[in-house]
């Protein structure tokens, strides 16, 4: 049921989209009549979307044949907006692609030069003006937001690091992973010399 929902919202969000930016729809025309099926793990959800040119259509619980396929998790869904990341995602194992790959940048890339004129659309509700001054104010808050966000985090990070010690720091790891590398060498050396003795 819920997941219907779901992708009957991303559908109309996505054709609103297509009305809202019209260089979505010229990026989109290589990807025209293509299916791209994405399939995320963590929430064992499939969905694909189709393009024919003039709408775009998303399909719940799909296990068709697809021109790609990607297979990823929540985490590297955000990541998946930078067409360049791609190989490293796939190098990584964070995501698995059947397929065509130029069909993911298509549809990356498409996304992610999104960049709606919001106070073009605004200003005929709330005139030039109106709308500018509501854009401008929105971009204020959103980047207040986002400062604020950072330096929280970094509080939090030290907090947990520093004065509680429930998280490892950095130093600590970068130490560890020394003294792992130096005893892996040691038992490596001590074995060959076990195996010289033996034989």
């Known amino acids: 049921m819920w997941v219907s929902v779901l992708t009957a919202v991303a559908e109309q969000a996505v054709n609103r989209l297509l009305t809202l930016e019209p260089n979505l729809a010229s990026d989109l ?119 604020h966000s950072k330096s929280w985090q970094q509080v939090v990070t030290q907090l947990c690091q520093d004065e509680l010690n429930v998280t490892v720091h950095p130093l600590e790891l970068q130490q560890f992973k020394a003294q792992t590398r130096a005893l892996s060498s040691q038992l490596a050396a001590l074995e060959q010399r076990i195996n010289a003795l033996t034989d």
């Open 29 to 147: 025309q290589s990807s025209a009549h293509k299916v791209l099926a994405l399939t995320l793990t963590d929430l064992n959800l499939s969905c694909a979307l189709h393009y024919n040119g003039k709408h775009c259509f998303v399909y719940g619980n799909y296990h068709d044949s697809a021109d790609c396929h990607i297979t990823t998790s929540v985490d590297s869904l955000g990541e998946l907006k930078d067409p360049s990341q791609l190989t490293r995602l796939i190098r990584s194992g964070k995501l698995d692609l059947e397929g065509d790959l130029h069909l993911a940048q298509s549809y990356s890339k498409a996304f992610a030069n999104l960049n709606i004129d919001w106070a073009e659309h605004l200003s005929r509700y709330l005139g030039d003006a109106g709308a500018e001054h509501l854009v401008s104010s929105v971009k204020q808050c959103a980047n207040s937001a986002q400062q």
